[in-house]
Nanobody, 122 residues
Framework: QVQLVESGGGLVQAGGSLRLSCAAS????????IGWFRQAPGKEREFVLA????????YYADSVKGRFTISRANTKNTVYLQMNSLKPEDTAVYYC???????????????WGQGTQVTVSS
């Protein structure tokens, strides 16, 4: 099975950018559909965006369209989340997740990383 480790979180001012990484080990990341989720304090975890195994399909939550992008670097066994024009409401713990089955269409994933904190100051 795959293990996922997120990195790249931190503190950034509103309007700034961050790039999160989701590094996979144990299996090849290209075997998996990859999703990013986030959870803010006191709120439920929410879907952010996802990319198919082939990289040919991507899905975005309305709240991040035009600001966030997801990409694969299969040679590095890593998936990236580029976040631009960050807002204070983007503050959350960000998680990446992996799934081989079609459950990913329902935002259901089997494998999860431990999360990385993103804090956006106003």
């Amino acid at each position: 099975q795959v293990q996922l480790v997120e990195s790249g979180g931190g503190l950034v001012q509103a309007g700034g950018s961050l790039r999160l990484s989701c590094a996979a080990s144990g299996r090849t990341v290209s075997d998996y559909n990859i999703g990013w989720f986030r959870q803010a304090p006191g709120k439920e975890r929410e879907f952010v965006l996802a990319i198919s195994r082939s990289g040919g399909s991507t899905y975005y939550a309305d709240s991040v369209k035009g600001r966030f992008t997801i990409s694969r670097a299969n040679t590095k066994n890593t998936v990236y989340l580029q976040m631009n024009s960050l807002k204070p409401e983007d503050t959350a713990v960000y998680y990446c997740a992996a799934e081989t089955s079609n459950k990913w269409y329902r935002h259901e994933y089997t494998y999860w990383g431990q999360g990385t904190q993103v804090t956006v100051s106003s």
